[in-house]
């Protein structure tokens, strides 16, 4: 019996060292940044991280120049409404690797359908549900989530008309990073990423070229002392 329990206690403490191992092993660019969410989870500081990747991530491709980041998230609800957002042209390499942390905390997702959504009856998915700040907005998303209509599509219609406050309100904008990006980066092959496949490209040296010499100059001709003179 003794042997058994040591066993299992041994068992119990390698899981929880590889866990924490995966996690740990993350550099988190954002720890100074305020928290998004109202609510407090063991993972509040990967969710914190992911939000603000996803919103380096969309200002870097939609308004490059000003980083604006509320022009930003219009730009990119108004394409997620159109079926137009290309993950494989947004991620980094870093909101990749938040990507597959993300997808080991399989509380929050629900992905037994086609696609992954979030798991719209965990307590991470109420937290954001109880703390949206726009009122309006607000009613429609806890009546969709209550009658358990809620679709991805079907929420970014009124979401569309308030996109220009997103970013001031940190319960909205995680639903949104976490509901139409890392749901989808989390399955997507790196390869096809092509931020990371560039930065590959760049890194990489072909050995088989050598580099091109430099023409070398030609030696200065001696000027014979005795041209010119009749001897």
Known sequence: MQTRFFKLFAITLLITFVSCKKETSLEYKYADSPKVLAC??????LYNEAVYSF????????????????KAYSQFVANALNGRVKIEDLASEHSFNIAMA???????WNMGGKDVTLNYSAPFTDCIANNIKMSGF??????????NSMRPLLILTPLRTNARQIQGDGSLKTFIAFEYYYAKLMNMDPTLLK???ESAKNDKVDFNKTPKN?????PAEKKDAHAGHNH
Request: positive net charge; proline residues 4%.
């Open 195 to 197: 931020k990371q496949a």
């Open 214 to 218: 430099k023409p070398t100059a030609k």
């Open 102 to 108: 993300l997808k080991e905390d399989t509380a929050i």
């Open 55 to 70: 919103e380096k991530d969309i200002a870097n491709l939609y308004d490059k120049k000003g980083q604006s980041v509320s």
């Open 40 to 45: 407090d989870f063991p993972k509040g500081q």
């Open 138 to 147: 607000k009613t429609t998303f806890n009546s969709l989530l209550a009658t």
